[in-house]
């Protein structure tokens, strides 16, 4: 992605001349056509993995339909797909096909809506919206949406075993990345930390603890278990892992740019959330001007991971890049 702006852009193209202003539209060109190419690949697969998911959730029995129903309104809500997203890309990085891994990466999708569910609750961030959309519990009733988060989380390894073609020793390799990571050393114990944090005073170190679990870890986890599916050596595994964890960060921190600056219609969601509930954000800790430069910094890092790679972790930087210019 071009990291130059317009103006600049139209700066520089207006004081080369010759052989090197040609060469510099040349170069816009390619970037442009980078960049559609990304968001074309993006869109075919968040398309392919809402099919998918919806696929495995028909194929699913339960003994409630009220139940399946609020599960699906949930799951079929929309949004990124940034977890299945992640870990395609990191096969495709691997050298292997991203989409052959799509069952996985409904599980990670599954998982990531149960704990959207649950953390809009009365108990945890008491939220009204989600995605535009009234949540879960407005909808269905609180026990109900306890349950459906209950149901997803617990569905997500029955889908993780109904993935095809991969040995089955690696496939228990994976179902220990993402249950390490929804859980206690992850997802969850991200949540806990969040939960005790409100209204007190924390440091930098303890808010990118809490992120680190509660937004990180299945970013990770996603990337991780993507590289393992295709039998990535351990160089791989290394620098995709390194990649998720500068991923992760620069995306909490748009979150709570975002947060300050962004647009409600936009995001779906009420901003000046967290400054209400005194939730310690990026912002809040620092500076606004602070969070876009350790945003900016992670996104370098998450790059510079992918050093080693060629054309193949494309997807991967454009993904990355496109964090700090999001505007939801």
Same mark, same amino acid.
């Given at each position: ?6 103006v ?6 207006h ?6 202003k040609r ?8 970037? +442009?056509?980078?960049t559609a190419?990304?968001?074309?690949l993006?869109?075919?697969?968040v398309q392919?993995v809402e099919?998918?998911l ?7 029995q ?6 399946m ?31 052959k891994?799509?069952?996985v990466a409904d599980? +990670?999708?599954?998982?990531?809506t ?6 809009d609750? $009365?108990?945890m ?18 026990a109900?949406?306890i ?7 617990t569905?997500?390894?029955?889908v ?6 991969? $040995?089955?020793?690696t ?8 249950s ?7 997802m969850v ?50 620098d995709?892992t390194?990649?998720?964890?500068a991923?992760?960060?620069a995306f909490?921190?748009t979150d709570d740019?975002l ?10 969601? $009420?901003?000046?959330?967290?400054a209400k ?11 606004l001007?602070?969070?876009k ?8 890092d ?8 060629d054309s193949?972790a ?6 990355v890049q496109?964090?700090t210019?999001?505007?939801?």
């Amino acid at each position: 992605m071009n990291s130059q702006s317009g103006v600049e852009s139209d700066f520089f193209l207006h004081f080369v001349s010759g052989r090197g202003k040609r060469r510099a539209r040349r170069i816009a060109a390619i970037n +442009l056509e980078v960049t559609a190419l990304f968001k074309d690949l993006w869109k075919r697969r968040v398309q392919l993995v809402e099919a998918d998911l919806l696929k495995e959730l028909r194929r699913t029995q339960s003994l409630d339909e009220n139940l399946m129903r609020a599960m699906e309104y949930s799951l079929m809500a929309g949004g990124k797909r940034l977890r299945p997203i992640l870990l395609m890309a990191a096969a495709d990085a691997s050298g292997s096909t991203g989409e052959k891994f799509i069952t996985v990466a409904d599980a +990670l999708e599954l998982i990531h809506t149960y704990s959207l569910i649950h953390d809009d609750l $009365p108990a945890m961030d008491d939220d009204d919206y989600r995605r535009g959309k009234l949540t879960n519990h407005k909808v269905f009733g609180e026990a109900t949406a306890i349950l459906a988060g209950d149901a997803l989380l617990t569905l997500a390894f029955e889908v993780v075993l109904r993935q095809a073609d991969v $040995p089955p020793e690696t496939l228990l390799r994976v179902v220990k990345e993402i249950s390490t990571a929804a859980g206690a050393a992850g997802m969850v114990g991200g949540q806990a930390v969040d939960l005790r944090s409100e209204g007190v005073q924390i440091d930098l170190a303890t808010l990118k603890l809490m992120h680190t679990g509660k937004t990180g870890a299945l970013f990770k986890a996603a990337c991780r278990s993507g590289a393992i599916l295709a039998q990535a050596d351990d160089n791989t595994l290394r620098d995709l892992t390194r990649y998720a964890e500068a991923f992760g960060l620069a995306f909490q921190i748009t979150d709570d740019i975002l947060d300050v600056t962004g647009d409600a219609q936009i995001l779906g969601k $009420p901003t000046g959330s967290d400054a209400k509930k005194h939730k310690a954000t990026y912002v809040s800790l620092t500076t606004l001007a602070e969070a876009k430069r350790l945003a900016q910094a992670a996104v370098d890092d998450a790059l510079d991971a992918l050093s080693n790679f060629d054309s193949e972790a494309d997807f991967l930087r454009e993904l990355v890049q496109y964090l700090t210019a999001r505007e939801k």
